[in-house]
């Protein structure tokens, strides 16, 4: 019994290898050192997440590549709107047009082809655009023409994926087609902001739509 006692207090001590194991794997497992450790180094788990979930978008020499998704269709955006905001969308297209992208915009009184019935031309221009951009406005509302443009539109694309870009401008909240209320919108304030925002939604989408087709420059 007196050696096993004796034993017992001369049992050797872990060595500093050991020690430091153990204290490195005590650190590991710590919640508030890792955290500190990943703060110090600039490094945020939820950084890198969003980083590797959120693919790269493509530039615009690959959208603008000769087998780009982009040319399936005829015009990148149809521009929806009443008669009495044609000053207002005239400015628009002429800002879209001017961009580094060149968007091919849909104007009806523009580019409809004389002759052809309406209903014909407004069904052709909602189908051969990648997105629709709808200037709601009081006109808007008024106009018949307007609502079936958008019922097209919404029947081509019935998933909210980006295509159709609500745009609201002396519309009150209230207001706004009850059709479109599972859609961010657009408010026109400040026209020069709101023409950016249009711009960058319709950048985007082209993006995503070249990224999923797998279309690369040549």
């Known amino acids: 019994m007196a050696g096993w006692f004796r034993r017992l207090l001369h049992k050797p001590k872990p060595s500093s290898v050991e020690s430091s194991i153990n204290t490195g794997r005590s650190a590991s497992c710590s919640p508030s050192?890792?955290?500190s450790s990943a703060e110090s180094s600039g490094y945020s788990p939820s950084m890198s997440l969003a980083r590797s979930v959120h693919p790269s978008l493509m530039s615009l020499s690959d959208i603008n590549a000769s087998g780009s998704a982009r040319w399936a269709k005829s015009y990148d955006v149809c521009i929806c709107h009443s008669e009495v905001d044609l000053e207002l969308v005239e400015e628009l297209v002429s800002y879209l047009e001017g961009q580094p992208e060149s968007f091919r915009c849909f104007l009806q009184l523009r580019d409809a082809m004389p002759g052809r019935a309406v209903v014909t031309e407004l069904c052709d221009a909602v189908q051969n655009s990648h997105c629709w951009v709808m200037l709601i406005t009081p006109s808007?509302?008024?106009?018949?023409?307007?609502?079936?443009?958008m019922h097209q539109a919404l029947a081509e694309a019935p998933i909210a994926n980006g295509r159709t870009i609500p745009v609201l401008k002396d519309v009150d909240r209230k207001d706004y087609p009850k059709e479109l209320r599972n859609l961010y919108y657009i408010y026109m304030a400040l026209k020069e902001k709101s023409f950016?925002?249009?711009?960058?939604?319709?950048?985007?989408?082209?993006?995503?739509?070249c990224r999923s087709s797998g279309s690369r420059m040549e």
């Open 33 to 35: 050192s890792s955290s």
């Open 140 to 149: 808007f509302l008024q106009d018949p023409w307007c609502k079936y443009q």
């Open 196 to 209: 950016r925002q249009i711009r960058d939604t319709i950048m985007r989408y082209l993006q995503e739509l």
